[in-house]
């Protein structure tokens, strides 16, 4: 069984074919962060107007990298959301007409279960039951994960994402977009404890968190201190540090209460080399496990979007023929896929 792959909840355009037995076949990924850039951020009509633009000639490109034909895929899986409304359209519409051209199912996939599934992509995925942290720059969610499906979630951002606070923070550093990562190279060069930045909601009980708060306190750090590089770099350490072992300490909170040892990190900030460290550590002294997935699954991409299509095809839980998305979409009301067996 073959599935073809279609992201398109933002500011990516990503095609992928994923097989039940020889994994992943192709994985094509196009960006539009060169339109973004000029204005700092994501303009949805632009994005939208770029998947339009795209996403048909990714699709022809990867079937002809992997040399097969429509009649060789089983079914059509595409981002249902959430996501941008316009953008996830794109990718709804065409899914759909494909999957009704080429008369196979089409799976309307949540793109979060998405990011959440990427580490089932390496050679060494995570067994369940595990505690997913979501970090991507809409989204920061700690999450049990019991089977596909199968979802608790534990807490959330209450305001501002991990992912967001990052961007925001580099803009106020200004860095160019997208910032989290520039904002990232430039805490390398940082010195440590020059500055000393707030851990939001540790000093209560809980899993949520809060880091508008923290971009706030950024803000006036940067306002009251010099512009010189090296000051901007110790800010952005600080900065890092601070959103890090907030991470962290809500990571330690959600395994001692659910007793587990398996900890997983996906979405677009899972990426963050200091982020990984400190939870590779942590789990470490812990004697457990922590998974995941390589950089290039971690931002939005079609692999992840195969992937769990195919895990929700091979048990039947396919769309109609209607189109529709869903900008806003908790993963809680997904379907355990052993309850549809």
Sequence with gaps: MRVLGIETSCDETGVAIYDEHQGLLANQLYSQVKIHADYGGVVPELASRDHVRKTVPLILETLAQTGLQATDIDGVAYTAGPGLVGALMVGATIGRALAYAWKVP??????????????????????????????????????VVTSIGEYQLLGES??????????????????????????????QRGVPGRYTFPRPMTNRPGQDFSFSGL?????NIIRTSGNDEQT????????????????????????????????VIAGGVSANYTLRANLTNMMHLRGGEIFYARPEF??????????????????????????SVRPRWSMEELPALKRLN
């Design 232 to 263: 901007r770099a110790d800010i952005a350490h600080a900065f890092e540090d601070a959103v890090v072992e907030t991470l962290a300490i809500k990571c330690r909170r959600a395994l001692d209460q659910t007793g587990l040892q398996r900890l």
């Design 298 to 323: 971690c931002t939005d991409n079609g692999a992840m979007i195969a992937y769990a299509g195919m895990a929700r095809l091979q048990i039947g839980a396919y769309a109609d023929l209607s189109i």
């Design 106 to 143: 089409a799976i309307a996939v949540h793109h979060m279960e998405g990011h959440l599934l990427a580490p089932m992509l390496e050679p060494n995925p995570p067994m369940f039951p595990f505690v997913a942290l979501l970090v991507t720059g809409g989204h920061t969610q700690l999450i």
């Design 158 to 187: 209450i305001d501002d994402a991990a992912g967001e606070a990052f961007d925001k923070t580099a803009k106020l550093l200004g860095l160019g977009y997208p910032g989290g990562p520039m904002l990232s190279l430039m805490a």
């Design 215 to 219: 971009k706030t306190f950024a803000a």
